[in-house]
């Protein structure tokens, strides 16, 4: 199962919006409606912004938001704030019934 | 209030076995797959398998499989990870994470930072 493909990095200036985005293939991605988006700041674990593709979960600021179109899926985020520099990881069900990552994401807030 | 607590950080030498945990509370624990993921220095996130705590039913990445064994009790809502012979490459931090419907992440544990060194 090779990892989903996303950006290395991607930045944007404060106010902006920015787009992720994470590639697979028809066995996890394209597959399935079960994509979500994770956030990492330096030295923290993990935290979950968004799942089943476009869902957020309580206390998840309305400015993160997800899609999906065939085999890519999308990360969102619109008034860029400085708070939002951080890595973002993809991950997705697989037909395998296993979860595959994506290579992650470096956001840099200029 | 759903928690995942972790074990401390590990110094090991090459060749040494361990078996790091992950406490689950607040929330049906074997209701839920929990699943362990490896980030080594500088690097993204690797799944590296799960376990049902309800039937031990256990499912493991390709990349993994036979490398590592992860295990749980019920009675004391802990999952285990577990190595038989340290390599230096199993230099990372190991995070503990419930798997919420159709295996998406939701909530992490804190992380265990494995060492192994000579």
């Known amino acids: 199962q090779s990892a989903l493909t996303q950006p290395a990095s991607v930045s944007g200036s404060p106010g902006q919006s920015i787009t992720i985005s994470c590639t697979g293939t028809s066995s996890d991605v394209g597959g399935y409606n079960y994509v979500s988006w994770s956030q990492q700041h330096p030295g923290k674990a993990p935290k979950l912004l968004i799942y089943d593709v476009s869902y957020r979960p309580s206390g998840v600021s309305d400015r993160f938001s997800g899609s999906k179109s065939g085999n890519t899926a999308s990360l969102t985020i619109s008034g860029l704030q400085a708070e939002d520099e951080a890595d973002y990881y993809c991950?997705?069900?697989?037909?395998?019934?296993?979860?595959?990552f994506g290579g992650g994401t470096k956001l840099t807030v200029l | 209030e759903v928690q995942l607590v972790q074990s401390g950080a590990e110094v090991k030498k090459p060749g040494e076995s361990l078996r790091i945990s992950c406490k689950g509370s607040?929330?049906?624990?074997?209701?839920?797959?929990i699943g362990w993921v490896r980030q080594m220095p500088g690097k993204g996130l690797e799944w590296m398998g799960m376990?049902?705590?309800?039937?031990?039913?256990?499912r493991y990445s390709p990349s993994f499989q036979g490398q590592v064994t992860i295990s749980a009790d019920n009675s004391i809502s802990t999952a285990y990870l577990q190595w038989s012979g340290l390599k230096a490459s199993d230099t990372a931090m190991y995070y503990c994470?419930?798997?919420?419907?159709?295996?998406?992440?939701?909530?992490w544990g804190q992380g265990t930072l494995v060492t192994v060194s000579s």
């Open positions: 991950s997705s069900y697989t037909s395998t019934s296993i979860v595959v």
């Open positions: 994470v419930r798997h919420r419907g159709w295996l998406q992440p939701d909530y």
């Open positions: 607040g929330y049906s624990f074997i209701g839920y797959w």
């Open positions: 376990i049902y705590p309800s039937d031990s039913d256990t």
